[in-house]
């Protein structure tokens, strides 16, 4: 491959002057995203222990925000300084892995460069993950059972469940079902039946033995009614000290 020309490397030199310039004008301009200041400053307390601890929460979340974007162009500022001393020293546009000449279309397209595209370091997507997601994923992790077809009995979603039904942050929007009538019906599988397969198991009951049916008008009830699927008699029956 041929070697650069005078006029390829002008052309070259002038883009990464101007990425030099851009970037220490960015650097500049935001004080190092805020490096110059501490965190105490940035909160305008005389102190960092605040009554609040949800706020200083999301201001070391920032900070630690405002240091990775800093470390990034702080090495590209890097990156594009040592490509413009190896461009006045003669050594600029060979990979410093095969030392072969590097394409003038990839030096336009990445000026900084120090590889060609065959040696480029981590050309794939890293697939790693945290350890922790081995317990995390699936959604409560070992403890839920349901995907499971032998099992069937009390698990980690199930108390989730139960704890979630006492209400929490989460508005209608963001319920599981979209299309949902009452705050209460926002948990996780709110419809599921807790404690009885068919509805009619929770609203028709007898005495100890087996006698004097009488009719609980719970939600399920309401529900049975509505679908058409509940008897006359249902409707019939007066109403009982045990209607909810």
Request: aromatic share 6%.
């Amino acid at each position: 491959m041929q070697a650069l020309t005078a006029e390829q490397k002008q052309h070259i030199k002038e883009l990464l002057e101007q990425e030099l310039r851009e970037l220490e004008k960015q650097l500049s301009a935001n004080s190092h995203y805020g490096m110059n200041s501490s965190l105490g400053d940035s909160t305008g307390e005389l102190s960092t222990y605040d009554n609040h601890p949800a706020d200083m929460g999301t201001e070391v979340f920032e900070r630690g925000k405002d240091i990775a974007l800093n470390d990034k162009a702080e090495k590209q500022l890097a990156d594009v300084r040592d490509a413009l001393e190896r461009l006045n020293a003669g050594e600029y546009g060979h990979c410093v892995t095969c030392h072969a000449q590097i394409p003038y279309e990839r030096l336009l397209a990445v000026p900084a460069t120090l590889y060609c595209k065959e040696h480029t370091p981590e050309t794939s997507i890293n697939n790693r993950r945290p350890i922790e997601e081995e317990i995390l994923n699936p959604p409560f992790g070992r403890t839920s059972l349901d995907e499971l077809s032998e099992q069937n009995q009390f698990d980690g979603e199930d108390a989730w469940q139960i704890v979630e039904s006492w209400g929490t942050s989460n508005t209608p929007a963001m319920a599981e079902d979209p299309e949902i009538s009452s705050y209460d019906e926002m948990e996780v599988e709110a419809d599921e039946n807790d404690g009885y397969v068919e509805d009619y198991e929770s609203f028709v009951a007898t005495d100890l033995y087996g006698k004097h049916v009488s009719i609980i008008r719970n939600k399920a009830y309401r529900h049975y009614m509505q679908q058409g699927e509940g008897e006359s008699l249902l409707e019939d029956e007066p109403e009982s000290e045990m209607d909810q």
